[in-house]
């Protein structure tokens, strides 16, 4: 039973108050993991590592807003903080979070109510669960079929078919199976999953409940990004009032776990690796977690978004949601942030150009510099690309992917050797320092911009020998992609970075 | 059925179920560099050295972790591995003490030894990372140099799945990644049984062994002698590390795993306890008490004619069941037989014992 005790670790050392000496030792009698193992898992964790200081977030959206003068201005006072990599309030930047305070989430634009978005964050939740009554009438291989006629494909970053994933699970010969909510958002310019469960939490209990009814699954774990405390307790009540409505199979078990502060948490094998006990290290794949996943059982992993489409792709249709999408099916959830007049979360038909995105959030700040269309790992693209069409085929053509959809707008203010600085300083910071390419590539990386920065005009020479080095050898998605930022700057924008002094 | 089989470098090979690209090449005698690898413990494929070409895959595989598939068509030596060969080895030296003589200062280095042979894709500033080391861990054997260590995790897999101890740990994340102890402890303050495994598994150095790290001559400057530990009677293998010069043993090192029954394990008896060696109180000729209770110098031939003396008066004055012998648990298995010999021929009683027999 060791293994089941292990999976309480992180709680522990949270319920302990965080890491201090002594909790490794306390949490090692408890579980009977050993005491170093404990320290190790304690000290990956922002949040166990430093339960109380407040953070200030330095990501990218933030940065654009000062949160630079703000760092300056807390390092001035008593007040003991943390800067951060991105707090997920890139909407309000330059945004703060108090581990200890109630951290109230301002309204965010959304787009107009509408039957013809999938999602429809501004639409009224209901308890209908008319989606979960379909899934039970007609069974898995219907909603499976749907699902493929329908093309969604995952909204967490890597853009799968999500069909392929419940069909793999529902073809493993093993009866214990787990589906897994990741709401763990932490790319920088990302704040979609903390509103599709803050305004729609029922599409997403909703299509959890038709994952685990279709694939025979009886246990759901949903998790939450931990600075997301309210967004957690919003799921969580969903569920209960959709028991109490009766909507729910009982035989199923709910839980909700918090994520500790690592955005290589959401990484669906590092999250696994959390959700059991451990440091979030991604694991090597294959396996993939269909196969083998949670303890070690045939799971489903899938992002908020993509598990809040279920719902409507099974009562409206699967060739519905096709069509609502331009170039790639469905309509999709785009964050946008930065230098823009109204930052928030817009959902269009999947494909819509950048160009009329920006013209949904109100319009650029200044004019238009650049833009990075799919969080910190998706680089940047030029102005000039700006009817580039935002879905998953167009973007990776041109060398940049949508991701998670979080769009930053630079205008033309930006110094794009400083944005690219922002974005190293941030896989940096996160890299959960497993593999070499990642852990020192990241490092050689950051530390070359600043170089450069200082006036070093042959800083970044040997960065054409270690990018594709990263990008080849890094087991996962963060250490592949971390170099995109500068070398995407450079490739855009070469005069900037041509000799120069910069402060 | 016909024999599934794979091809490495054009070279056909028949597929065993479960078993790596690295174990499959080494049958072929083709030699894939690894650093944090080791045949008895899981492979993590951190430190990438080995990613070698598959054909059907966009990126390489890890040849330490990837199992082979039937009709799988491997590549290990092209511009594209030997790159990222070079590109790894450039990475852990920009992480690492870069000049060689002070990265060879004790414990071989395999980083330099594999550059030797591949090469590098030269030389990148050292990032010089936050790693934090232990000052505070004041145990007198095992020393963490934090400024060498390239985060393989080497040391922390030995002591946690072949020590079965979990003393040691990495810690943190990113660059800020170490080796720790629980709350950073001295290792005698854990679970620790300093069987310096962690030491021989690190293949930079920065696991070290103190002592010899204070005697300040680098290994490869010593000679290895190797011989039978006799602190038990399993019969382990090791080398003593011997300073010719000086006469003297700096330190003790396991033979490499695969090679002698211990398979590279050592126990800290084995490992440190070699202290009294060099001892200034250690007994290096016989003593006898002269009259008045004093030792004194003497021959063996005296020492001995005195033991068998006072054993036969024993016998003769209460009978042979009077004596008991006891032989140490350092004895060979040879000493101990004519110990039992002499026990029950010469002196005619079987109260013989041996002290790692309870
Ligand atoms: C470095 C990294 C970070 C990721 N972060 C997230 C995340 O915060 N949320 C998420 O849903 N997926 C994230 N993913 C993608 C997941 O690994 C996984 O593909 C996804 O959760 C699967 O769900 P989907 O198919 O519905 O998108 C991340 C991937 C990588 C490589
Ligand atoms: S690429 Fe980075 S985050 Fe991913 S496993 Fe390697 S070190 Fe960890
Ligand atoms: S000496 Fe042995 S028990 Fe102690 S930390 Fe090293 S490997 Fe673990
Ligand atoms: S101390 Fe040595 S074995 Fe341990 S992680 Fe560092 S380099 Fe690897």
Redesign the pocket.
Known sequence: MTDRRREEVLIRIEHAGGLATGVSNDVHAETGVPEADVYGVATFYSLLKHPSEIRVCQGLSCHLAGSGEKIDAMSATDTPFLAAACLGRCDEAPASWDPQGENPLPEVHLTAASDELAINLAGVDSLSYEGLAAAQDNGADWVIGELEESGVT?????G?P?HI?WRGVANQPVTERYVVL?A????PGTFK?REVILKRPHLVVEGLAIAAQALGANDIYCYVRGEFGAVRDTLEAAMEDATTAGALDTATTWHFVDGHGA??C???TALLESLEGRRGMPRMKPPFPVEAGFRGAPTL????E?IATIPSILTRGGAWFRDLGRTEPGTKLYCVSGHVQRPGVYEAPMGISMAELIDMAGGVVGTLKAFSPGGASSGFLPASMINVALDFGSLQKVGSMLG?AGVVVLNDTVDMAEAALVQAVFFEDESCGQCAPCRIGTQLVRQAIERFRRGDSDALEHIAEIAPGMEQGSI???GQAASLPLLSAMKYFPNEFESSVHT | MSEQTLTINGVSIDHRPGETILEAARRLDIDIPTLCHDDRIEPVAACRICLVEVEGSRLMQPSCHSKTQPDMVITTESQRVSRNRQFSLSLHMADTVSDRTIAEDANPNRLFELADIHGTAGLWPHVDSPRQGRPMDVNRFIHFREDRCIGCALCTRYCDEIEGVTAITLAHRGALTTISTADELSLTDTTCELCGGCIAVCPTGAMTEKAALAYGKPEKELEKIRTTCNFCGVGCQLDLNVDRDANRIVKVTPPPPGTTVNDGNLCVKGRFANDFIHHKDRLTEPLVRDADGVLRPTSWDEALDRVVEGLQGVVTRHGPHSLGFVSSSRCTGEENYLFQKMSRAAFGTHNVHQCAAT
């Open positions: 995952g909204r967490g970053g890597a799968f999500a994933k990741n763990d958002e932490g790319e999953d955005y290589i959401g990484e669906e992993i899938q992002n908020v993509t998670s996962c998605g963060l």
